[in-house]
Each structure stands twice: as structure tokens, then as C-alpha cells.
């Protein structure tokens, strides 16, 4: 019999020949992959967010919640108290706490509400008059939407009942968030050994690391940002009972509501109050509170973010604004409030990730030898 003929070696480029695309247009391209397969999975996360809203959004408010309580549960059981007495008792200060807050809001918007309404609409009625479009007014307007109430008023019991559903979903979200709040405060310690347990046995520390760091950050964002907007309302009210502004209680509610929605809150409240202070005690005393809410967002910006945020991670204005932008498209002012938190999550794992991966090679052993040399 022959031998077998030997087998032929692989074709190997000639020497001088170079890949078809250079090093830069290569790299360039693997990054865009990356890039795409990043955004195919955000934007599949969105879809499924937005379809299970009804699940996700309690979910996401007692993540909130429970950031916001966690010191005050954690110094219950330093007391020595249970573990499920110590998260029922943090539920129950938050029903007096939040309930107290909201009586007081609500009490204080009803008692000044309609004055607040009188005051803006003199103010508009003011403004329209000196900047107005010839041929518009108020008046045209307001016919205008008779109009239309009449031409559409059969839609009215339609639209009671989509609100009066509205407002039992939000109970029943409130009261689901509650429950989630307990026992998320209740069985925090075993979240973390059922994240280490999904996780692969190999990744499972850094994944505990990326989920307290996650956590650490919309904890520190909740209680820096309800110490902020608490001092806000505080200083901005006290200004508006000096100048003897109408509604300066529900105004000050507003502020402190408008709060946790970073930069736009504050523009929103800020405008109305001036608007109020315009119409009701002309331009001087406007020009006073608009003094007083632009020395609280200085103070706010150059002392009470350094110092009472400074453990949280830092974020530029222009992310933020891009951030509450995308949650108001996904989900209106639900997305709006918790835009910001969320990209503080984020933000904390990638600086977790940073502080693990970021120093290349010789992240454990100091810098690499240029020789090759251990």
C-alpha cells in the first residue's frame, strides 16, 4: 500500500502582506459592537419596564423607601430589637411621618390654593397684556376651551372614572410599596446570598461589591436629598413670611416637593413663587423672592450639596438634566423622580468597577515590568 500523502499546512499570509483594515478602524469597530450590544440590551430592560410597570414601580419606591429608612432601621437593631418588630416599627413611622407630611401639604395647598390660582392668574393676565400676541388674550382663550368642553363634554364620566381608577392603582401601589419596604428591611441580610447564589461562583464577590455599592449610592442620594429639600423649603418659606407673600406655607410645601426632582423642581417652585409675589405684591417684592430662591440655590449648590452629598457619587448638572429628560419620556413624572436615583445606581457600579478593573495589570501587584520580568 502507498503512504498516505502528508497533509497540506495551512495557507499562511505572505510576509509583507497587512490586514485588511488598520489597527484604529478595527478597534473602532469592535467598540461600536460593544456599543450596539449595550444599547440592545437597555433597550430591551426599558421594554420590559415599561410593560411590568405595575410591578416594577412598587418595586423600584420601596427600593427607595428602604434606602431612605435603613439607618433608622439598622439603629433599632442595635437597640436589641427584633428584626421583624424593628421593620414593622420603621413601616409605622413612615405611615405617621409621610401621612403627617401630606395632611400638612394638603392642608396648607387647600387653605391657600385658591389664592395661589388667584395670584398666578393675575399674573398671566399681566404678562398677556404687556407681551401678549395681538388678537390674544385670556378671554379668547378661555372661550376657546368652552368650546371645546362643550363640543367634548360627553368624554367627561369617561374620564372620572379613568381618574377615580388612576387614583385606586396609586393605593394600591402605595400600599404594595409598604409591604415590599418590610420585608425588604426585614430580609436585607439575605438578599445578598441570593444575589451570590444567582451570580457565578467566580464573580459572586464582585457582585455583592457592585450591589452595595449600588445601594450605598441611592441611599446616600435619598438622605441628602430630603435634608436638601427640607433646609430649601425651610429658608425659601421663612423668606416668603418675611415678605409677607400669599400661600408662602403651600409654597414652601411645593418647594420641598419639587425638591426631589433635581435642578427642575427648583426652577418650577422657584417660578411660581415669583409669579405669585408678582401678581399679588408687584415687581419689587417679585424681585425680592426671586432674590431669596436664587441665595438658596447658591447655598444649596456651593454648601449643602458638598457637604451633606459628598459621600454619594457626583454628578454633572448636564447628566442629570439628561437623566430626568429620559425618565419623563419612559415613565412622566414617576420617571421624572426616579431618573435620578437610578443613574446614581449606576454610576456607583461603575465606579466600583473602575476601582476593581481600572488600573489595568498591575492592579494587584503594582505596575507592570516594561522587560517582562514578574
Known amino acids: 500500500m502507498s503512504a498516505a500523502p502528508p497533509p497540506t499546512p495551512p495557507s499562511r499570509p505572505p510576509a509583507g502582506a497587512r490586514p485588511l483594515l488598520p489597527e484604529g478602524a478595527r478597534r473602532t469597530a469592535a467598540w461600536c459592537v460593544v456599543l450596539l450590544l449595550v444599547a440592545g440590551v437597555a433597550a430591551v430592560f426599558v421594554w420590559l419596564v415599561v410593560v411590568f410597570k405595575t410591578a416594577v414601580t412598587p418595586v423600584l419606591l420601596a427600593l427607595l423607601g428602604t434606602a431612605l429608612l435603613g439607618p433608622l432601621y439598622r439603629r433599632l437593631l442595635l437597640m436589641r430589637v427584633q428584626r421583624s418588630l424593628a421593620a414593622g ?10 401621612g403627617g407630611i401630606t395632611y400638612i401639604v394638603v392642608a396648607a395647598l387647600v387653605d391657600t390654593g385658591d389664592q395661589i390660582i388667584a395670584s398666578l392668574r393675575d399674573a398671566a393676565q399681566s404678562i398677556t397684556r404687556h407681551l401678549g400676541a395681538a388678537g390674544t388674550s385670556l378671554d379668547d382663550l378661555a372661550r376657546n376651551a368652552r368650546q371645546l368642553l362643550e363640543k367634548f363634554g360627553g368624554t367627561a364620566a369617561s374620564g372620572v372614572i379613568s381618574g377615580l381608577s388612576v387614583v385606586a392603582q396609586m393605593a394600591a401601589t402605595a400600599v404594595l410599596a409598604l409591604l415590599l419596604i418590610f420585608f425588604f428591611l426585614r430580609d436585607s441580610d439575605r438578599a ?50 418675611v415678605l409677607k407673600v400669599p400661600g408662602a406655607v403651600g409654597l414652601a410645601a411645593l418647594v420641598f416637593v419639587g425638591a426631589y426632582i433635581p435642578y427642575l423642581g427648583a426652577f418650577l417652585s422657584g417660578a411660581v413663587a415669583v409669579l405669585v409675589a408678582l401678581a399679588d405684591r408687584g415687581v419689587v417684592i417679585a424681585l425680592w423672592v426671586l432674590g431669596v430662591v436664587l441665595a438658596v440655590q447658591v447655598i444649596e449648590g456651593h454648601v449643602l450639596q458638598p457637604v451633606v452629598q459628598s459621600r454619594t457619587v457626583q454628578m454633572h448638572p448636564a447628566l442629570v438634566m439628561l437623566a430626568i429628560t429620559a425618565g419623563a419620556s419612559v415613565a412622566g413624572i414617576l420617571g421624572m423622580l426616579l431618573a435620578v436615583p437610578l443613574t446614581a445606581a449606576f454610576f456607583g457600579v ?25
Open 89 to 98: 416599627l420603621t413601616v409605622l413611622a413612615v405611615l405617621v411621618v409621610v
Open 192 to 241: 445578598i446570598g441570593v444575589l451570590r447564589t444567582l451570580a457565578p461562583r467566580s464573580t459572586g464577590d464582585m457582585v455583592e461589591a457592585m450591589a452595595r455599592r449600588a445601594f450605598q449610592a441611592v441611599e446616600g442620594f435619598m438622605r441628602g436629598t430630603t435634608v436638601i429639600a427640607a433646609v430649601d423649603s425651610v429658608l425659601i418659606g421663612v423668606g416668603l413670611l
Open 350 to 374: 461603575i465606579s466600583e468597577l473602575r476601582g476593581r478593573y481600572g488600573t489595568g495589570a498591575g492592579a494587584e501587584g503594582g505596575p507592570p515590568d516594561p522587560h517582562g520580568h514578574p
